[in-house]
């Protein structure tokens, strides 16, 4: 089994800037990506920002130039640098990880942007 364990949630104003992390333990085999979905109330689950172990990176559309997502390979942690926050990025943060094909998920954080 593999734990995630987020961080760096909060509350900020329109404008402001988070940064979310999430460290990978446990049973860890090969992690070949790791990112972050969001899911905000009434709305399904979508995919924010994900990383490859060959360093392909993916974002949702409308947090292109905003975000910025990183990986320290050493230490199985991921990051989500999010910058001029916008009302509409309010949503549970949550991290994934996926090792030899599992998918594994954090707990969730909670990103509230008030305008």
């Known amino acids: 089994q593999v734990q995630l364990v987020e961080s760096g949630g909060g509350l900020v104003q329109a404008g402001g800037s988070l940064r979310l992390s999430c460290a990978a333990s446990g049973s860890i085999i090969n992690i070949n990506a790791m990112g972050w979905y969001r899911q905000a109330p009434g709305k399904q689950r979508e995919l924010v920002a994900s990383?490859?172990?060959?360093?392909?990176?993916i974002y949702l559309e409308s947090v292109k130039g905003r975000f910025s997502i990183s990986r320290d390979k050493a230490k199985n942690t991921v990051y989500l640098q999010m910058n001029s926050l916008k009302p509409e990025d309010t949503a549970v943060y949550y991290c994934?990880?996926?090792?030899?094909?599992?998918?594994?998920w954090g707990q969730g954080t909670q990103v509230t942007v008030s305008s």
């Open positions: 994934y990880a996926r090792d030899l094909g599992v998918t594994y």
């Open positions: 990383s490859t172990s060959g360093g392909a990176t």
